[in-house]
C-alpha cells in the first residue's frame, strides 16, 4: 500500500460490468496537485492500495507541504487529496456517457466486446486503433478542465488523442 513516485506507466483499468453500473474505473497512476502552490507536482504518481481508505502522504516538492491521499478503500475511481479531488472519470474523459459517444461515431461497443472483464485503457485504444486504422498524433498537449492539470499518464493523453480524432473531445 501507499503512494509513490511513478516509476513505470501504472495502469487505468476499466471494469466494464454491463448492467446498471456500466463501466467503473480502477486507477493506479495520478497526477498529484498543490494548492498552497496551485501547481500540478512535475511527477505522476502510483497508487499502490490503500488501508482503509488510507493511501498515504506526498511531499510537495516546491514548498514542502504534507499533501494527504485517501480514497474509498475499494476500486480507485476518485483520490481526495488536501484540497483537491482527483475524479477519475471526469479528469481521464473516462465516464459512461463517452462509451455511447464512440459507438455513436465508430461502433465501438466496449459493454458487447468485454462485459464481464476488465480491460486496461492501453488495450481498448489499442483495439480501437487497429481495428479503425487511426493513427495518433501522440505529440498533443492538454489541459484539465480546470485548468490545474497538464500533465498526464501516457495512456491518458493518448486517450485524449483518440477522443480528439474523433471529434468527441
Ligand atoms: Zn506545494
Redesign the pocket.
Known amino acids: 500500500m501507499g503512494i509513490r513516485k511513478a516509476i513505470n506507466d501504472g495502469n487505468i483499468n476499466i471494469i466494464v460490468r454491463g448492467d446498471k453500473w456500466g463501466t467503473q474505473l480502477d486507477v493506479s497512476i495520478t497526477p498529484i496537485f ?1 494548492v ?2 496551485n ?1 500540478q ?1 512535475p511527477e505522476l504518481y502510483e497508487h499502490m492500495g490503500s488501508r482503509y481508505g488510507q493511501v498515504g502522504t506526498i511531499q ?6 504534507n ?1 494527504y491521499c485517501v480514497d474509498n478503500d475499494n476500486i480507485v475511481e476518485k483520490l481526495c487529496t488536501t484540497g483537491y479531488i482527483l475524479d477519475y472519470y471526469k479528469l481521464y474523459k473516462l465516464e459512461d456517457e463517452i462509451w455511447g459517444k464512440v459507438k455513436d461515431v465508430i461502433e465501438y461497443d466496449i459493454t458487447s466486446r468485454h462485459v464481464g472483464n476488465t480491460v486496461t485503457l492501453d488495450y481498448v485504444i489499442n483495439e480501437i486503433c487497429q481495428e479503425f486504422s487511426i493513427t495518433l498524433k501522440d505529440n498533443n498537449y492538454f489541459i484539465s478542465e480546470d485548468g490545474k492539470i497538464t500533465k498526464f499518464p501516457k495512456s491518458v493523453t493518448k486517450w485524449f488523442d483518440l477522443l480528439q480524432t474523433l471529434s468527441l473531445y
Open positions: 498543490c498552497k502552490c501547481k507536482l510537495c516538492d516546491f514548498c514542502g507541504t499533501i
